[in-house]
């Protein structure tokens, strides 16, 4: 078998240098690997000593940069390389990653799009081109990109780990499935292509797959993440046995491996939740414009508790521009926070109408680019509920709907999950029934606060009675009630597309399943 040669990007990068230059540079990618930054920087001082021109020196400095978090400084010194040498694709890729750090994201975009252009047979800059559409939310695009990466280099996993992804997040689960199936054909222990496959709902796993997870659990694993990721996947392949007993002892000790690796505090939420409430006993004075926000549709759900359910149907009506799980909101409340050098509950007192309307009118010029042709938006960002009493003041037009489940099904559906981010509460029973409970509390407390702004939505309501659950949700929200929102009952809908992934529409629900082993959940919740 012959062995793959290198990219002509990548070979002869040192062309010209002497041979202690090329010394140098090998020994600033060898500490940079190793994460000797000090070392690296030393190594790159002494190359750009002897060879101040050379555009790989920059490109790795650049890359330090990167690397110390000091994404600035890597734009200005690729721009500089870039001057010099215009059309260096691996230049413009690593220019697009940087831009992306800084949150520049349409110019890493063209940016990226350039380097495909300059060197289409290389796999790296349509996988970068493919990675940058799905960190936008652009799962279609991202699919394009994909499918050249590998028509150049079928062999590239992680193309094929994030087309997979893509394609699940559009519903395209069999596609997925094949995909990530490829790569365990590759590398059959391979922890990310089980753990997207077990979010595969459609997808049935068989005894030779828990043998397979088994053998890997049993095998070395590059990092401790990896582990958990095949623990997760492997009680996902016990429960398609019907072996839920076996499956609930995996999870418990994958999410234990997970919950030691975090600093979750549930007391410490618990006493943050006591501070807003008292922060926010009555509501604020807020913005004068009663109308100001009325666009924006703000989703307030703990994982697994029918939010997205909501916001499909929302979404699928004409007068909606969409969902955005961005978290603008939070941003614009961190910002001013840093602005008044204080943490929020100090300086929401001070706060008067017109500094709420800035607020506001700042949050919607950075949400309404993608959203001005509709007359409605869903914010529909996972930490929502924290601050609502900050958003309502920000946005008194605004609606926020708190989308509730069983409590038992809500909780150990988090149990079940091992999140890519976030939601670190959710790896012991204790802490989840914690958080559940503070997430309880602040829903009745915005509600109170606030009554014609808050609605409560029942997902179990909602699957007894379809029609008089979407038009209530569309009554509350100001919209007119439209068919296409009931799509999620029927197969060839868009919507109903996306709801194949929520097995539960579809078989009994699946904590009940478990029996006695979530007999500590329930006691834990008081559903017992």
Known sequence: M???????????RAAGLSPEAVRLLDEVSDAMAADELARAETALAAVRALAPDSIEALRLSAQLQQLRGDHAQAVAILREALAKAPRDALLHISLGISLQARGENEAALST????????????PAWFNLGRMFQLQGRPAGA???????????PEHLAARLLLASAQA????????????????????????????????????????????????????????????????????ALEDQGDYRAAFRTLRKANAWRHRQLN???????????????AFAEPLA??????LGEQVILLMALPHAGAGLAGQILAAHPDVGGVDESPELQRVISEESVRRGQPLLQWVGAATPADWARLGRDYLARIGHGHRDRPRFIDANRLNGRVIGVALAMLPGARVVHCRRDALETC???????????????????????????????????????????????????????????????????????????????????????LQRQRWLREPALAARYGAELDRLRLLLGTR
């Open 112 to 123: 990226l799009q350039r380097a495909c252009e300059l060197a289409p047979d290389f796999a």
């Open 2 to 12: 012959m062995a793959k040669q290198a990219h002509p990007l990548l070979r002869d």
């Open 412 to 498: 150990f559906a988090c149990y079940r999950q091992l999140f890519a981010s976030g939601h670190d509460f959710s790896y012991d029973l204790d802490d989840i029934a914690s958080y559940w409970r503070d997430h309880e509390r602040l829903g009745r407390h915005w509600q109170r606060l606030f009554p014609g702004r808050f609605l409560q939505h029942d997902y179990e309501a909602l699957l007894a009675e379809p029609e008089a659950g979407v038009r209530r949700l569309l009554a509350f929200c100001g919209l007119e009630y439209d068919s296409a929102c009931l799509g999620f009952q029927h197969e060839s809908t868009p919507v109903r597309t996306a």
């Open 169 to 236: 997040s559009l519903g395209a689960s069999a596609q997925a499935a094949a995909n990530y199936r490829e790569v365990l054909q590759r590398q059959p222990g391979h922890p990310e292509a089980w753990a997207g496959l077990s979010a595969l709902d459609a997808e049935h796993f068989g005894k030779d797959d828990v043998a397979r997870l088994q053998q890997a659990l049993q095998a070395p694993q590059p990092t401790p993440h990896a582990r958990i990721q095949l623990g997760f996947a492997l009680a996902r």
């Open 264 to 278: 979750w505090n549930a007391a410490g939420m618990r006493a943050r939740i006591d501070a807003m409430l008292a």
């Open 286 to 291: 807020g913005a004068a414009d009663a109308a």
């Open 143 to 153: 699919i394009t990109a994909l499918h050249r990466a590998l028509d150049v280099d």
